[in-house]
C-alpha cells in the first residue's frame, strides 16, 4: 500500500525519510505546489532538491510526466533514492550535479522549483530560460531578501509575469498541558509565468 493515497499536496513532515538535510515544510510545499501548477504529463525540474520532499509531491500529481531532481550533495541524493522507494515512483531522474552544470542537458519543461541555488541563481535562471517552454512555469522559495531581490531583477528582465507571497507558518508544540505556538522562519515564493507580461 502507498504511503500517501491522496491527490492534494501537502505530505506531512514525518511521512519523509529525512537524515540531516533541511527540507521545505508541508505548508511550504502546499503552496509550492500550488504555485507550480503541474500537469498530469508536465516534465519538472527541481532545482536544489535536498531530501527530494518536493520532487515526490510534484511527481505524485505528475504521475505521466516526469521530474529531474537536482542534486549536489550525496546524502541528499540518497535520501531522494529512499523516499522516490518509500512513495513507489519511478518517473524521478536523479542529477547528482551543482546547478547549473548539468541543467542544459535537461529536455524542454513545463515546470521548474528552485528551493536552493548555492549563490548562482543568476546563472541558473538564464539557462533555465532556454529550457523553459513558453507558458511555463517558475517558482523559487526564497529565504533571504537578496535572493528575492535578484530573482525579481532577473526574472523581469527576461518579461516574466511574477507574484510573491510571503509565508509564515507558525505551528503548535505542546510543552507539558499547554499549546505553544512557535514560528518558523518566513520564505517568499515567487511564481513566474514566461511570456506572461506583453
Not at 510526466?65 to 518517473?91: D, H, P, S, T, W
Not at 511555463?136 to 528575492?148: C, E, M, P, S
Request: net charge positive; with cysteine; charged share 25%.
Amino acid at each position: 500500500m502507498k504511503t500517501w493515497n491522496f491527490r492534494s499536496p501537502g505530505i506531512p513532515d514525518e511521512e519523509f525519510i529525512r537524515g540531516e538535510i533541511p527540507m521545505s515544510k508541508e505548508e511550504l510545499r502546499t503552496v509550492t505546489i500550488a504555485k507550480l501548477r503541474p500537469k498530469n504529463d508536465s516534465i519538472i525540474c527541481d532545482i536544489g532538491a535536498g531530501t527530494g520532499s518536493l520532487s515526490i509531491e510534484a511527481a505524485l500529481l505528475a504521475s505521466e510526466g516526469k521530474v529531474y531532481a537536482v542534486e549536489r550533495k550525496k546524502a541528499g541524493v540518497q535520501l531522494i533514492k529512499e523516499n522516490m522507494k518509500k512513495f513507489e515512483l519511478n518517473n524521478i531522474n536523479i542529477l547528482e550535479k551543482e546547478a547549473p552544470e548539468g541543467l542544459s542537458s535537461l529536455p524542454m519543461l513545463d515546470r521548474v522549483i528552485i528551493g536552493g541555488s548555492g549563490g548562482k541563481l543568476k546563472e541558473i535562471l538564464k539557462i533555465i530560460d532556454k529550457k523553459l517552454k513558453n507558458t511555463g512555469r517558475l517558482v523559487i522559495n526564497a529565504i533571504t531578501i537578496n535572493t528575492l531581490s535578484i530573482a525579481i531583477e532577473v526574472l523581469e528582465e527576461m518579461n516574466y509575469s511574477l507574484e510573491i507571497v510571503n509565508i509564515a507558518v507558525t505551528r503548535t508544540n505542546k510543552v507539558a498541558n499547554y499549546h505553544m505556538f512557535k514560528g518558523m522562519n518566513p520564505v517568499y515564493i515567487i511564481s513566474a509565468e514566461k511570456g506572461g507580461r506583453r
